[in-house]
């Protein structure tokens, strides 16, 4: 198997291990990112042209919830209360599966 395709099954959330690792790379960079490289970069299509959503500010209050700060996260965007519990239920999900050995084989 060639090395591009082997790095596609890591990517592409296909498999319960796929998942774990893609989450658990997102979660590490939101743990070492700074809060102040968030709130300065422009991530919002709000932002960027104009385009009001319901997700502004999503990143930043999840960063929140990560550093215990519950409060500031609900403050930042209300949905965080649905969002926050759903990531950690799929996130759990595919550890369970992973640990239990119901790991989904792809059918290429």
């Known amino acids: 198997m060639s090395l591009l395709k082997r790095l596609f099954l890591w990517f592409n959330l296909s498999t319960p291990a796929s998942v774990v690792f893609c989450m658990t790379l ?3 960079a939101l743990l070492l990112v700074p809060y102040q490289w968030l ?3 422009r991530l919002s299509l709000y932002e960027r042209g104009g385009i009001d959503s319901p997700s502004i ?3 930043r209050a ?6 215990g700060d519950f409060s500031g996260a609900y403050e930042r965007n209300n949905l965080i209360i649905f969002i926050a519990p759903l990531i950690i239920l799929i996130y759990v999900s595919a550890v369970y ?6 790991i989904l084989k792809n059918k290429v």
């Open 39 to 41: 709130d300065t970069a």
């Open 62 to 67: 999840y960063w929140r919830v990560l550093h």
């Open 57 to 59: 500010g999503t990143t």
């Open 26 to 28: 997102a979660h590490g």
């Open 97 to 102: 599966k992973l640990i239990s050995g119901k």
